[in-house]
Each structure stands twice: as structure tokens, then as C-alpha cells.
């Protein structure tokens, strides 16, 4: 299986690396990470998360003229990356900073498209099932993968309040053949075979998701990662929600923002 936690391809601190306000070195910059995420979507979606935090990390910076790092903490400290996030976030349309938020919004739009398109070929051959509804306000949370054609079960841990970067990681646990499975049987049976799982909970921090012989495992698993923080990025009130990639693809195909920023 690829790695489920690919590194970085472009630093969070992108906007407050150069001296000044620049809309072609920006520019630069976006295409270049744009024309990477491209790249790695030939293989996996696993950038998704990275890609959705820029884009939502620009609204911040419009919206509240604040900016998130790599560990989702506000920056502060530096004067002059303050500066620069202040000269971005002005609302004139005839200013610098105005057209490169434009821009970077639009290269970042167009390849968060890209992949949800690809994510949404996906999800038609998955389907999830969860007890609660706010479990996407879990700091852990448990994916268990099952394919439709045995009866092995994957058990990954997805922690969204870890140290890596982006606050986020996955750990596969177990994996783990539970035949003849019957209906409230598998947290039983699961701690049967892997009793150390001891804060594993189908009512509180478990989704299970099953897919066809057409959805690798490696997809599977991220992709219900991606419906879990994407529903934590735009969905804080709400209930979980399993159309939440095919709503924002369908927002950005007609030419429109998803109008929500990141709030940590």
C-alpha cells in the first residue's frame, strides 16, 4: 500500500515567503504545487486534505485577515508576515494583493476540482455507514474498510490531533477476518482478536465503508478520510454529512466558491 501520509508539497507559510506582495511570483508558486498535485493525482487523491486547507486558508486570510500554519495555529508573532497578510486582505479590486487572492483562489479552485471529480468517481462505488452524527468532531476517529468480496476487515486510525503536519495522520491497526459477521457482533468479536483497541467505539468514533473490485484499498481509505475532515472543514454544526465531496464539486463546477474558511 502507497504511503497514507504523504509529505507536503507546498509550505503552509507559501503566502508570507516573499519580501513583498508579487502577483507573478505568486502565480509561480501556485502553478508550480498546481502542476505537483496533478501529478501525484495520477497515482492517489491523497493531497486532498493539503489542497482544501490552502483554499480555505485563503478564505480565512479575506474573511477574519488571519492565517494558519502547518499547525493549524494562527500566525501572530511576525510583524511584517502580519503586514503581508494585511495588504492581501484588502478588498480593492484594483490593489496587488486583491488580484493575487483572486488568482490563488482560482489556481487552487481549479485543482481542488480536479480532484474531487476524481474523488466523486470514487464514491459511487462506496457506501458508509456511522451511529453518530457529529463524528467528524472526533479528534479520533476509526475507519474500518471492507470489501465487498471478503470479509477481511482494515482498521485505521485517523488521528486529527496529531503532530504531523496539518494536524492530521493515519496508522493502519489491524486488519482483521471476521466471517459470518452478525448485526452487533464486531466491536465484540473486533476486541476479541485485538484486544488493545480499548477507545475503539461504534457508537462515538466509528465509519465503516465498503466498496467494489473497482476502488482500490489505498482509495478507500482516504477518500473516507477526506469526507471526514471535509465535513469538519465546512460542516461544524451539522450533522455528518456523506454527500459532502459530491455538494463541493458541484459548487465549483458551476463556477462558485465553497464559502467557508478554516476555524481550528
Known sequence: MRPLNPKLV?????LCQANYVDLEYYTYVLLDAQQKYLKNLEADFSNFYEIAFHYFNLNTVLADKKLYNSSLQIINSDRNLVEIVNTLAKRDDLGEGSKIMTRASEILGQTLKIYLE???SVLKNMHFYFNNVKLHRENKIYIVCRSTKNDVYDIIKLNLASKRP??????????????????????????????????????????????DDLVPEHDAICLTKDLIILNRLVNQRGGFDSNAILDAYRLLEKKKAIPFKLKV
Do not use: G, H
Not at 184 to 203: G, H, I, Q
Open 118 to 120: 476524481r474523488q466523486t
Open 166 to 211: 496539518l494536524a492530521c495522520s493515519l496508522i493502519k491497526c489491524a486488519s482483521v477476518k471476521l466471517p459470518d459477521l452478525k448485526e452487533n457482533e464486531f466491536k465484540a468479536r473486533l476486541l476479541a482478536e485485538k484486544p488493545l483497541l480499548t477507545d475503539f467505539s461504534p457508537e462515538n468514533n466509528v465509519i465503516v465503508c465498503t466498496y
Open 10 to 14: 507546498l509550505d503552509p507559510m507559501w
